[in-house]
């Protein structure tokens, strides 16, 4: 009696249930199955965003309207994965806090000369935010996504570490430095510890249908480019391209289109290479610098910069050194954390206000901020 008994409670033991953002794409894909194959109940969710507004006269391809994370076709692909996995899926429209969280600000920034990171916005305020409320009706355990991070217990503090993913040339990380402790409790990132072919691999050994998928570098929500995007929504005059020699060569379309380190696009001719190094608001004057020719080359350099702020994720650098990440691509670079100074051993190129500055001690995540 006693054994039928433990065998009954056994049987009756819930699986722990986790909520997997899935976008039709192979990462979210694969994360599903991998949970669903460690034993865990999946519910699927697919997120709606804010998408462009087509113009009069040009609703023939409203396709090209669509937001590339949330497309018809993005959702008829999560729909198959989670039909071959046997999972409900659900949608969550998130299109006005999207808009207002990521877009607005973009906008924003960019209207205010500084340089903008959606996604790290997008995984703060929606991904990460929106999304575990949301999910709080499921009664779940867990918020899973596709992002290519770890997380590990770190035992002697009795905290969560976010590390580097395996696969560094598609770690995520970068974007991630807003979570909490408290959320890092309750995320799994199923995919921290395998490199991009090896998912590519799972993918096509589970059966899933869109183990082929391209993957989107883009920014989502533009649906033509850049400069037509913030064209249509930044009202910027034109003015004078001038080297920091103060030599005119060439027009600029509008300050607010620029970004600091840019050089495709500057439509100056087969001169140079440029890159943007400042922008004169006062005298709507684009500055550009040409690091081949003698004595420009240090105008793209800077080895101190400002960050407001910032979020730690993990305890603070002993002594202030650690690795920062001025980019999402940037290489790691030798620093000194002072207050909201980030002092370098060796000077940065292109450092751009309003990117984000991210800390890391090898490959452990220790937190970041908004460069200023």
Known sequence: MKAKRAKKMKNSVQRPRVVVAMSGGVDSSVAAALLQRAGYEVIGVFMKFWKETPKRGRTKNLCNYEN???SAEAQADAR???????IPLYTVNAEKEFKK????YFIREYAAGRTPNPCVECNHYIKFG???D???AFGTDFLATGHYAKISKNSKRKTQKLLIAKDKNKDQSYFLYTLTQAKLKKIIFPIGNYRKPEVRQLAKKFGLPIFEKRDSQEICFIATDLYGFLKARIKAGAGPIITVNGKKIGEHRGLAYYTIGQRKGLNIGGT???YVVKKDFKKNTLIVANPLAKGQGKDLLQKEMIVKNVNWVSAKPDNGKCQV???SMAKMA???IKGNKIVFNKPQRAIASGQSAVFYSKDELLGGGIIR
Do not use: N, Q, S
Request: with cysteine.
């Open 68 to 70: 590339k994370c949330c």
């Open 80 to 86: 198959r994965v989670a039909a071959k996995l046997k």
């Open 101 to 104: 969280r990521v877009v607005d």
């Open 130 to 132: 929106l999304l575990v």
């Open 134 to 136: 949301k999910t709080r």
């Open 272 to 274: 140079g290479p440029y």
């Open 325 to 327: 990440k001025i980019r």
């Open 334 to 336: 030798e620093a000194t």
